[in-house]
């Protein structure tokens, strides 16, 4: 089996957006919808204070809250963890947005466009009238995903078939890969580092790790 998720260090996110840049280009999401946001965090006390950055979006459950209020069936889980929205089948009622815990799903009721009115040239031609007033998130550029799977390619390994926010990371914070596979990229970095899950304790079962320190010597064995 396959399981696609996503891992974020905390130790090398500066905060920069250049992935909630690239997530709004390569997805043409519209003015004040972001699929990838980086929260700026405060953690500590005083005066032992920092600022953590972090990378959040669709989590991709193993138990998406979502897919189970859906009245249509058109929030969907792959066999291969990716949770989907086929916009054919969604009414637009939100139900999916209340109860998502990650805050992960938006709905635009109408087109709007950077400048208000008309659309610039490049919005024009990539104005999708299907995911208008129904609940769009992050697919992990399943297109992406699926196309490089189909040409031979390694998601998280080539970038042609990996998500592109991690391809865009300037300080290599984002990885992704196949939890299912021991050898892979992600399965690596959750051995040797401790990390948490968002919500874990809500049995959600998050396909995004976030690292936050190295293994204790006996759990990286």
């Known amino acids: ?3 696609w998720a996503m891992v974020a260090d905390l130790r090398r996110c500066v905060g920069c957006q250049t992935c909630t840049a690239a997530c709004r280009h390569a997805n043409a999401t519209p003015p004040g919808v972001q699929w990838r946001r980086v929260l700026d965090v405060e953690v500590g006390e005083f005066p ?3 600022r953590v950055f972090l990378p959040v979006g669709c989590q991709h459950c193993d138990e998406p809250p979502c897919l189970d209020v859906c009245p249509t069936t058109a929030t969907r889980k792959r066999d291969d963890g990716i949770v989907t929205v086929d916009y054919d089948l969604c009414l637009g009622c939100g139900y999916c947005a209340v109860a998502c815990p990650y805050q992960a799903r938006h709905r635009t009721p109408r087109a709007v466009f950077a400048y208000g009115g008309a659309p610039a040239k490049h919005e024009a031609k990539r104005h999708d009238p299907a995911r208008i007033a129904v609940a769009t998130k992050c697919t992990f550029c399943v297109e992406r995903i699926d196309s490089g799977t189909a040409q031979g390619l390694t998601p998280g390994v080539d970038p042609e078939a990996t998500p592109a ?3 865009s990371c300037l300080s290599g914070a984002l990885a992704f890969g196949d939890l299912d596979d021991p050898g892979s990229n992600v399965s690596q970095l959750l051995r040797e ?5 968002m919500h874990a304790e809500l049995g959600t079962g998050p396909g995004f790790y976030y690292l936050w320190d190295k293994a204790l010597p006996e759990a990286a064995q």
């Open 1 to 3: 089996m396959t399981r």
């Open 48 to 50: 032992d204070v920092k």
């Open 193 to 197: 580092n401790r990390h948490f899950r």
């Open 165 to 167: 926010c991690v391809n």
